[in-house]
Nanobody, 121 residues
């Protein structure tokens, strides 16, 4: 089973920045697209950003131009640089990974435990 470990969350003032990290460990043959989701208080989980193995990115419209997703393939890690943070960015941020455990097997999906990000003055 692949495990994802998120780090870098915390409390920040509006307009501030945070960088989240997510590292995958376990039986990984090939790591595919990795994503960040978030769950605001009292709301459903929502998509934030994704990055393919080749580096193609996609963002939710609410974070485009403020957040940047990147990855380090050798480390099976992704990062989320969050700038110009707003109170509405508050929530639990989750890392998701899509991967193969061996050649020719079905893709698997794992989620991290989540990390709190709070934007407040």
């Amino acid at each position: 089973q692949v495990q994802l470990l998120e780090s870098g969350g915390g409390l920040v003032q509006p307009g501030g920045s945070l960088k989240l990290s997510c590292t995958a460990s376990g039986s990984i043959f090939n790591m595919g697209t990795m994503r960040w989701y978030r769950q605001p208080p009292g709301k459903e989980r929502e998509f934030v950003a994704q990055i393919s193995r080749g580096g193609a990115t996609k963002y939710a419209s609410s974070v485009e131009d403020r957040f940047t997703i990147s990855r380090h393939n050798a480390l099976n890690a992704i990062y989320l640089q969050m700038n110009s943070l707003k109170p509405e960015d508050t929530g639990v941020y989750y890392c998701q990974a899509n991967y193969l455990t061996a050649w020719g097997t079905d893709p698997q999906v794992s989620w991290g435990q989540g990390i709190q990000v709070t934007v407040s003055s």
